[in-house]
């Protein structure tokens, strides 16, 4: 090749370069880049300004823009260049188009192929009989087939599911793919027919229009449809609409409005319809569910929340809400460096058979305030507290109470143990306003405190053979000198107490400042952790405390003047294997040994399995002022059967106040979702509910939901 030969063809290669890759408005910051180019073959036509290039051609420039054929013919004068064979053109975004002839020309910013494949950036595939590319602007296809599934479509692959329409395109402008007579076909065999259907596309995380619907059946109402509308109001806020279709003529209709600002979110979910209920005709009810959240001044967050319905067991019933009390609320918190300041207000709405008005607790309000203040010596730690609250309806009581509490510790490391000073006063005032038990105390009262413990605790550190151990023991003393009013005082704040090694050695163990009394005690108790034991790392504690002086703690189960001893405390947790654990915890009488309180838990976790199981059992509360008798065992198991293929069982047995044993409510459901090409989500669940409360009866109810990638996500990641 002559000289002048050499400088034309690098003159026609150039432009060539340019023409094809980058044309229009963005030419110019994108020749920038390198332009790689190779191929076989190269012929110039200087004559008639042709460029062709054969064998495996390739141009591509960074960062995704590229053309590969076996044969590329280029013409300077016109700008169009023909691509044939094997042809395939990543577009400037990614998408991936395969032909075996592409004409380009404006500058290479358009394409027309015949027929033509797409694989997009998210991998769901475009086919069409035609298609013609602009850059920035659409994709349009004639003949069209799409899937979102992720198969080898441009090999032969059947996806699980697409959409046969006269005409598709992509609308890069609107984020959108709009179809024109769409047939929906799931496996080959077609299910619905729209002259119409657009969707958003991979790019796009919210967009509106209608969800893919849930259809259940159940014992209590019949057949149920639920078809949701999602509304993108704007960037910060979005609406959900779900009416609910029974058989029976029942008719709900759920709406779900969220917005978040830069320091506060709000979440409105409102419940309404004409339903059933049993024994009675057709009623209105509503319910309200609103929750408020922001920040406020230095470090203040604040929640409101209203939970309120009209009728108590509707939400239930249908699904919609399975709470058995809905609280409103008033709540403000603010941590600083050394305080910690709540102030609360809220009402309790009671849901069960049981509850009445008397059984609706209020607070209105209570302040607390804890501040860490400035200690006379460097390793001393002291502590304010101060509360004051107000409830009502607590079980019949109105009460007021203003509390105070100043508690210091200081700690002595020493070659004989780490020996601790705690030293704890209290102030308290009550009026008890309402009673509901005539012969108890109604009126004013005030109370003072002072607890002193020593305490004293040494870990001691182990090893045989190839085992190792740490056991500590720990001791301590505690007295407490107190106004002792606690037959007077409704225990309302202790009632749900559980003694527990976290709590038995606290100056005050019981919550609240409701059951404080004179006396000495002592509390000691030894934990273990061993290391590479047969059963794995092993831990456990077992303990107790001993009343020295002061009378029988009344309002206890099972004590008397001659019963010093609290119950025995005893747990141990294992881990024998790096996928198994369980844990036991008890509370043991301490003449017969008998278990009065139990608590376990067994995890097997792996790749494809979780089970999880846990069980509670009462047999005797420790006040008796709630002595009720409750057990209950839940399992839950979550088995990936195969790729994409979960089976979820949960079961619940419960015994309540001395009751059966009984399956109170199980549920075994199946989903199918990679599996089936990660584009179609199957959920087949069946319930089995015995929970029976004035007119929700005992059911069984099967659910099915489709959910088809695109058509039919509220919220998803763009891409």
Known sequence: MSVSNRIYFIYVLIAFFIAMCWGGAVRAQDERQPVEFSADHITI?????????SGNVLFSQEPRMSLQAERVEYNRESGQATAIGNVVFTDHVGNIHFAERFELDDQFSRAFAEPIISRMTDKSWLQGKSGEYIKDETIHYKGAIYTPCDCDFADGETPVWRLESTSSHHDSSTQSVYHRNVRLKILDVPVLYLPYLSHPDWTVARRSGLLFPNVSYSSDHGFS??????????????????????????????????????????????????????????????AAMVDFRTHLGEGW?????????????????????????????????NVGDNTYSRVESYDIQGLERADTNDREPSVLPSVFHERYLNSPRA????????????????????????????????????????????????????????????????????????????????????????????????????NINATDDADNIPNRDSADFHLDEANLFLLHRYQG?????????????????????????????????????????????????DQNLSDILASIRAAPH????????????????SLNETRASLSWIRPGTKLISTYTRRSESYFSAANLLEEELKIGLEQLLAEGITLNINQTYDRSDGGDLRGDKSTIGIDFSR?????????????RDETSDRDIRPEDKISLLLNFKYLGDAVRNAQ
């Open 301 to 333: 967050k604040v929640r409101a929340r209203l939970n309120r319905t009209s009728q108590d067991t509707f939400l239930r019933r249908y699904d919609i809400n399975d709470a058995t009390r809905l609280k409103s609320q008033f709540l403000a918190e």
């Open 379 to 478: 390793d001393m730690i002291t502590r304010l507290r101060i509360n004051a609250s107000q409830v009502d309806n607590d079980e019949g009581y109105d009460i007021s109470r203003w509390s105070g509490e100043l508690y210091a510790l200081e700690e002595f490391p020493s070659n004989l143990g780490l020996i601790s000073l705690e030293a704890r006063t209290a102030l308290q005032f009550h009026f008890i306003d309402e009673n509901p038990t005539q012969n108890t105390y109604t009126s004013k009262l005030g109370q003072v405190n002072a607890s002193f413990g020593l305490g004293w605790e040494q870990p001691y550190y182990l090893n045989f053979r190839d085992m190792g151990a740490v056991i500590q023991p720990k001791v301590k003393l505690i």
């Open 45 to 53: 036509n200087r004559d008639s300004g042709t460029l062709i290039a």
């Open 225 to 286: 449809y639920i078809q949701s509308y999602y509304h993108v109001i704007d960037d910060t806020s979005d609406v959900e609409i779900r009416p609910y279709l029974f058989n029976d003529a029942d008719l709900l209709t759920n709406v779900t409005y969220r917005k978040l600002w830069d320091a506060s979110d709000l979440h409105i979910d409102a419940t309404g319809g004409v339903v059933e209920s049993v024994g009675q005709a057709k009623r209105n009810v509503v």
């Open 675 to 687: 599996g089936l090409q990660d584009c179609l989500t199957i959920s087949i669940q069946y319930t």
């Open 578 to 593: 790096q996928n198994l654990r369980f844990s036991l915890a008890g509370r043991f009488n301490p003449h017969n040994f």
């Open 513 to 561: 400042q409701d059951y404080i009394q004179s006396g000495t005690h002592v509390a000691g108790g030894v934990s273990a952790n061993l290391i590479d034991t047969t059963l794995g790392d092993v831990s456990g504690f077992l303990g107790a405390s001993y009343r020295l002086s002061g009378d029988a703690q009344s309002g206890l189960n099972a004590t008397n003047d």
